[in-house]
C-alpha cells in the first residue's frame, strides 16, 4: 500500500480544511470525498471544490446519498429545529443535538474506507475534534477505535495485515488552535463554510452551534475571521 | 425503538430471499435497502424489486454508490476476471477472490444502520453465510461483531443503551439448508438471480463462484431449481 497518499473526508467545513493543510504538511498526497445528503447547508460542497482547487489535491468524488437514509434537523425538509437557545453545547451536558445525523461518520468512513482499499491506500483523514464540538458520538476517539478494529477485520487488506489508519490531527485541539494552526499553514478561511443554515447570499447565519464555535474559536485565536455573517 | 420492524439489506439473491422470509415468519415488518453499485450483475436489482412486491414489504430503498469507489472483478468496465478455474473455492484455502468488493458490507451495513436509527429500529438483516461462501472477510462472525461494538459506541441511539443487532440467520447454514429453509417458508426462486455474469436474455452463466455454489446448494437440497442457466 502507498506510503504518502491518503484519503480525505473534505466536507468545506474549517476542520477538513486544517485537517488537508496538515496532512499535505507531512507529505501526503491526498484524495478527496466529499458528500451531498440533502444537508441544509449544501453551499459547503461548493466551498469544498474550492478547496480541492486551494490545495491542489489529485481528485474529488462527490458521492450522494438519498435524502430518505437520514433524519435530523439537518436535512432538508426536516422540521426539527437547528437553533437551541444560542449556547454552545458542552461535552459535559452530554445531550446529543437535533442536529445529530445518525451513522453520517460511520457512512462517510466506511467510503472512504472502501475507497482506499480499492487505490491502494492506507491512510484516512477526517477532521473530527471533541474539544469544541457538539456531542455527537461519531467524532469521539472509541469510535474511532471502534471503527479501526472493524475496517482490520471487515476488509482484505486488514485480514492480510495492512492495517487502515483513521487519522484524526484535530481530535484534542480547540477551534482555536485548529484555526491557529491552519493560519500558520497559510490556509485560506474564506474557502470554507461552517453555517448549519446559511443564509440569503451565502451569508453565515452567526447563531446555529457551528456558527457559535466558529466565532469564538476565531476571537480566541485573534485571527480575523473572514465569513460573512447576517447583520441582525 | 421499535421492536417488530427490522431493515433488510436486499440484493436480489437466493440468500437475502430466505433472509426475508425468515425475518418475516419471526413476525417481522421489513424495509429493505438495495444497492446499485455498478455491479456487473446490475439485473439482481430487477430481482430485488420483485422480492419487495413477492413479500409485500412496506419500503424499499435503492441507493446509488459512484462506480469509482470499488475496485473488483464484480464492477462493471473492471478488467479482473470473475472466473477462476470452475471450482468452488474453500474457507480453508482463505484466497480471498478478485469478486470481492472493498469494504461492500461495510458501507450496505452503514446505510441499514443510518436509516434504522432515522426510522427507530434496532434489526438489521443481512443474509452472509460462512459455509458456502466466497471467503469475502465482510461475512464472517468476527466483522459482524466488531461492526455491532462499533455501531454501539458510534450512534445516538447505541451510546443510550438502544442497541443494534445485526442478524445474520444464514450465517451458519449451508447452501442447501437455506434452499430447503426457504423452499418451506414457501420463497418463489425463480424471483432470485445468483450469476455475478448474467448472460444474454439473464440467463445465468453456469460457471462464477457464484452459479457453481447455488447449483451445488440445489442438487444438495433435492429442490428444483428455477434458474435458467446458458447451455453450453
Known sequence: MSKNKGVILLSGGLDSAVTAALAKEEGFQLEALTFRYNQKHLLEVDFARKLVSFFNLKKQVII????EIFQSALISKSNLK???????????????????VPARNIIFLSYALAYAESVGVKDIFIGANIVDYSGYP????????AFSQMAQVGTKAGVKGDNFKIKTPLLYLSKAEIIKKG????????LTHSCYQPQAGGLLCGRCDSCLIRKKGFAEAKVEDPGEYLQE
Chains 1, 2 share one sequence.
Open 183 to 190: 493560519f500558520d499553514l497559510g490556509v485560506d478561511f474564506s
Open 138 to 145: 461519531d467524532c469521539r476517539p472509541e469510535f474511532f477505535e
Open 82 to 100: 437547528i437553533y437551541e437557545g444560542g449556547q454552545i453545547r458542552t461535552i459535559e451536558k452530554n445531550d446529543i443535538p437535533a442536529t445529530y
Open 64 to 67: 450522494d446519498i438519498p435524502a
